[in-house]
Structures are given as C-alpha cells and as structure tokens.
C-alpha cells in the first residue's frame, strides 16, 4: 500500500485493548510514542490545540538532531501530561486517524502513557481528591458544611494555604456546593406526562444527575425539567449514580473506571429496558457513555445499550424539533449570545445543536466560539498548569469580551466559570438549557 498524505474517510474509533499486557508494557509504549511523536513532528497541525503539541515540538527542536530521535524517552512524560484528553486533535485537526494506514490515535496513546504511569507510581493525593467528584462532593454539601467550604474557598487567605497544601491555584475557580441538591430540587417537579415517540426519540426521558449537576449546579435540573416538560416529555431522574468516571479516566485509573461503570450501567440499561432515553447535562458525561466505555468496553452489551439510548440535551431536542414536536412558542427574546462549544460537545459530531435550537427565539443571536477552554476539570485548577490553562482559554475571552453579548453561556459548567473568571464583560455564565428556559417563560 503505498502512502497517503491525509485520509478523507470519516474518523474510525478502535476499541481499546486496556487489559491485555502489551497495554501496560514500557518498552512497547515507548515504541509506539516515538512512532506517533514522529508524525506529529512532521505534520505540527495541532501546534494551536492543547499544550501537549508545543511541549512535544520544544523537546524536538532543541533537541540535539532536532528530530525526535533526539528526544529523551525520559521526557515523553512531559508530553502526556499536557494532554487531557479532549479528542480534538483526533476529531478536527488529524490527517492520519484511522482508516489511515499510520493508525494515529493520540489521546487513546496519551491514555495508555497516563494509565501504565498510574499502574506504576499511582497518583498523589491531591489528584486523587480532585478526581474523586463524589466522595468530596458528598462531604462539602451536608448542611452547614457546605456553606462553611464555600466560604472558606471565598477567602483568599485561606486559598494561598490551600494552594501550598493542596496545589490548588489560589486564582482558579472552584465550584460551590449545595447541601439542597438537584436530586432534592426536582424530586416535587415531576408530571405524569404521557411519553409521544417522535422519529428515535420516546418521550421518555431519564436525567442523569452527575455529580458536577447534582452538588455544584443543582438549579439547573429545575431547568432541565421546566424545559422537557414543556415539551410534553416525560423526565424522570435517575434513580441512583455514581460519577460516569471521567475524571479517573483522565488520571488514567482504568480499573477504577471499571468499577464506576459496574455501579452505573447495570441502573441505566434497567431504565433503557423500560423505554427511557437517557441525557446528562454535562457534555463530558455524555461523552463517556457514548464513546468512551464503549470503546473500554466493546463486548458488554449493557454498554452498548446505554450507548444508543444517551442523547446530548439539545441533540434530543432537535430530533424532537425535526418530528414537529418542538414547543417554539417563546415568550421573551434572548438578544444577543456568546456561546463557548465544549470541546467534548464537539467531539461528539452532532453539530451546534444548542445553537440551532436557540436561534429558533425571535430576536435572538447566538454567537459561536469553538475553541477550547482549557479547564479540562482539573487541568485549570492545579498550580503546575494553571497558567498554561489561562493561555489557552486567551483567544476565547478576547472573543467574548470582544462580542460583549447580553448572555454569556456553555454547555460545560466548569469550562464557562473559568471563561467568566478571565472577562472583563461578564460574570453571570449561563447553561443554555436556562437560556432556553428563560425564552420560554416557564
């Protein structure tokens, strides 16, 4: 076969053969990192992407044959670090994924670097506190408590202790916590509609919390409610969850992913069988449902149940808006919106379906960013990248401030906090699906 410069086939996943010993294998690793590090050097189409790019490129041309055979391997590390898996390169940027015969998968390599580096050394503690979203998140939000850590995490004085213990940059964002949930907050919401399929859809739908929407943003499944119903769909809340494992995943902690999606998937495919359709309002929870786990874990077909079944909130909208079962009397104009796309939104090839749905509203502009944040959950809040993470997200503030839009909103939570903490035009980010609430009048 001889060379092709690009592929012009649509991307295709492989499945990831995380349990078999060549996984976890250094010198094989080592191998392949070199191979890709290669091609990456030669083509540098990333370089405005992640940190990851610009980091592998320096140690390549200062190296001394400038090439990456000059590279330590010892340095390799410096590279996976950078990476926190956001799949862009893969999606957007790379000429040579699969069906290509150079088989590029970079952020499935950097997660076999993360995951034998984690089988070798763990992670500290701090990582390990940062990725463990429910077990903290359960603690910070019993009553009284959670007002006492949100005003401590308010308190610069003690984010500066924070940060020599913790390595928590003192400027980064945190999240609040509330001790009234949003499991607690739409438990008195539900109406008993009666579900109408429409094209795919059954008008069944089941909320999976997570646990950012859970303890951090709770008011925004009031929203998710208002607006489903609405619509005359059925919404119920998922009756238990863990975190969908998304954090570990990016520490590279495989096996305690294995575990989180031993708790989940059994309680989602039970709700599949009783004719639900699943949504999160995370994009990066859906993202693991619809590709991750499946590509952890290609033989289970509760997995691949779930899979079919899990929609993005306005993907599932505008499969309904397609079928004519779309409400689209509004009550209140929007103006003007800057809307920030997450990057694990993008990745999932759906198009801007938020976009689409909110331009239905008279008088109303949304204005798309498609470039990244750079928070990455973890990746903004620590001190060795914060700054780097303040970088990225540069050419998204200027755009935001630049448009200076009556809302500012993105479907990742997290990602539209540390993009308000940098504006000098807003302060107030919002979700669309409030925004959608808000036209509504409901």
């Known amino acids: 076969m001889s060379n092709r410069e690009g592929s012009l086939e649509a991307p295709t996943r492989h499945a990831i053969d995380w349990k078999s010993n060549d996984f976890y294998n250094q010198e094989s690793l080592n191998t392949e990192l070199e191979r890709v590090f290669d091609i990456c050097h030669g083509c540098r189409r990333c370089v405005s992407l992640c940190d990851a790019f610009p980091t592998l490129f320096d140690l390549v041309d200062e190296s001394d044959t400038m090439e990456v055979d000059g590279v330590a391997k010892s340095d390799y590390g410096k590279v996976v670090e950078q990476c926190y898996l956001c799949d862009m390169c893969y999606m957007s940027k790379?000429?040579?994924?699969?069906?290509?015969?150079?088989?590029?998968?970079?952020?499935?390599?950097?997660?076999?670097?993360?995951?034998?580096?984690?089988?070798?050394?763990?992670?500290?503690?701090?990582?390990?506190?940062l990725t463990s979203t429910d077990k903290v998140a359960a603690m910070a939000s019993i009553p009284l408590v959670d007002v006492t850590v949100n005003a401590l995490n308010a308190n610069a004085g003690f984010r500066k202790v924070f940060e020599k213990t913790m390595g928590v940059h003192r400027d980064a964002p945190?999240?609040?916590?509330?001790?009234?949930?949003?499991?607690?907050?739409?438990?008195?919401?539900?109406?008993?509609?009666?579900?109408?399929?429409?094209?795919?859809?059954?008008?069944?739908?089941?909320?999976?919390?997570?646990?950012?929407?859970?303890?951090?943003?709770?008011t925004l499944g009031e929203d998710f409610y208002h607006v489903f119903q609405h619509n005359g769909i059925y919404i119920d809340i998922v009756p238990k969850e863990q975190c969908c494992g998304m954090p570990k995943l990016e520490l590279g902690d495989l096996d305690t992913v294995e575990q989180l999606k031993n708790a989940n998937i059994p309680v989602l495919a039970a709700l599949v069988d009783q004719g639900y359709d699943l949504t999160a309002p995370i994009p990066s929870c859906v993202l693991m449902y619809k590709q991750e786990l499946p590509l952890l874990f290609p033989d289970d077909p509760q997995v691949k149940k779930v899979q079919q079944a899990f929609y993005d909130p306005f993907e599932y909208l505008f499969l309904r808006h397609k079928g004519g079962a779309l409400n689209t009397d509004f009550k209140q104009p929007l103006g003007d919106i800057s809307y920030h796309v997450a990057c694990h939104l993008r990745v999932q090839n759906i198009?801007?379906?938020?976009?689409?749905?909110?331009?239905?509203?008279?008088?109303?502009?949304?204005?798309?960013?498609?470039?990244?944040?750079?928070?990455?959950g973890t990746y903004a809040v620590k001190v060795e990248t914060h700054a780097k993470a303040v970088k990225i997200a540069?050419?998204?503030?200027?755009?935001?401030?630049?448009?200076?839009?009556?809302?500012?909103?993105?479907?990742?939570?997290m990602a539209a906090n540390h993009i308000a903490n940098l504006s000098t035009t807003t302060d107030t980010p919002l979700h669309p699906i409030t925004l959608l609430r808000k036209a509504y009048g409901v």
């Not at 949304?366 to 990455?376: A, K």
């Open 94 to 129: 790379c000429p040579y994924v699969p069906p290509h015969q150079w088989n590029v998968d970079f952020p499935h390599l950097m997660l076999r670097a993360k995951a034998l580096k984690f089988k070798q050394q763990g992670a500290s503690f701090r990582d390990r506190t």
């Open 174 to 218: 945190v999240p609040k916590y509330y001790s009234n949930t949003l499991r607690k907050r739409v438990k008195p919401l539900a109406k008993q509609l009666q579900p109408a399929a429409v094209g795919e859809t059954t008008g069944k739908l089941a909320l999976y919390a997570t646990c950012y929407g859970n303890y951090n943003t709770p």
């Open 351 to 376: 198009g801007l379906k938020a976009r689409d749905i909110l331009n239905l509203i008279p008088d109303t502009q949304v204005l798309p960013i498609e470039r990244c944040s750079g928070h990455d």
């Open 394 to 413: 540069r050419p998204v503030v200027k755009k935001v401030d630049q448009q200076a839009a009556t809302h500012f909103a993105s479907d990742c939570p």
